[in-house]
């Protein structure tokens, strides 16, 4: 009996709050049209709206304008939620979509230690997934919007791991990329601004990324890491240029 009162309770209080939220569906529906009228972008976007959750259908050329069209309905006066069905245009194949990317991120960042970022990407029926390390935020939060306001992307999955705040191991990615790009052998990929050879720290144990000329650069680029002083360990996962992935 008491099991039923509590469930009767809940339903009673469900019924309830949604027929309070479902007095402002109206007003949440002409503010979410005026809303989205007052862009191009979102011309061919329509909304719903239901006890107070909006829904929203159509299409966008853009996967950033699909998203800031959400986050706009989400922040309108007593919306409780948004259904994001919009669908992205994309008309770009997978592979080209790749390495349209790959390019744009290769050099993004460039003066904000580039070297310090190892983004790897997928793209799968227009879905881009991104994957990696990066040393701050805004190193990550660029890599995304790279993603999300390039032409054929239709979502973007986030698995870059932004790496934890420490002293010790800024002084170490600062170390290990003078002793590589400071040596004779190596200097030359120095003069490439999009910085090949990436490093990655975490608690002192220190991982290599990229691409180079041959095996005795990348044997040499190992044992300039392992040379600097509190690196714990150092994972080679440098590439050799023309070899079998």
């Given at each position: 009996m008491k099991t039923m009162r509590k469930t009767l309770g809940l339903i009673a209080a469900v019924m309830l709050a949604t027929s309070v939220w479902g007095r402002y569906d109206q007003q949440i529906q002409q503010d979410v049209?005026?809303?989205?009228?007052?862009?191009?972008?979102?011309k061919g976007i329509t909304a719903s709206t239901d006890d107070a959750i909006v829904t929203l259908n159509g299409g966008a050329k853009l996967l950033i304008d699909k998203l800031d069209a959400a986050k706009k309905a989400d922040k309108i006066e007593h919306v409780q939620g948004v259904r994001d069905h919009v669908q992205v245009e994309s008309n770009v194949p997978d592979e080209q979509l790749r390495q349209q990317l790959?390019?744009?991120l290769r050099y993004d960042r460039v003066g904000?230690?580039?070297?310090f970022n190892a983004i790897a990407l997928n793209v799968q029926n227009g879905v881009v997934t991104l994957n990696g390390d990066v040393r701050d935020y805004p190193a990550r939060d660029s890599a995304l919007?790279?993603?999300e306001t390039t032409p054929g992307v239709k979502e973007v999955v986030d698995n870059i791991n932004v790496l934890p705040t420490s002293p010790m191991d800024d002084d170490i990615r600062i170390r290990v990329a003078r002793a590589i790009y400071g040596n004779s052998?190596?200097?030359?990929?120095?003069?490439?601004p999009q910085k090949p050879i990436r490093i990655v720290v975490d608690n002192g144990h220190v991982t290599l990324y990229g691409v180079v000329d041959n095996q005795m650069d990348k044997q040499i680029a190992e044992q300039q890491a392992k040379s600097v002083p509190n690196?714990?360990?150092v994972d080679d996962k440098l590439m050799v240029a023309g070899s079998p992935k």
């Open positions: 049209i005026k809303v989205l009228q007052s862009k191009d972008k979102w790959a390019e744009k904000y230690g580039i070297a919007a790279i993603a052998t190596l200097s030359k990929y120095a003069l490439d690196v714990f360990s």
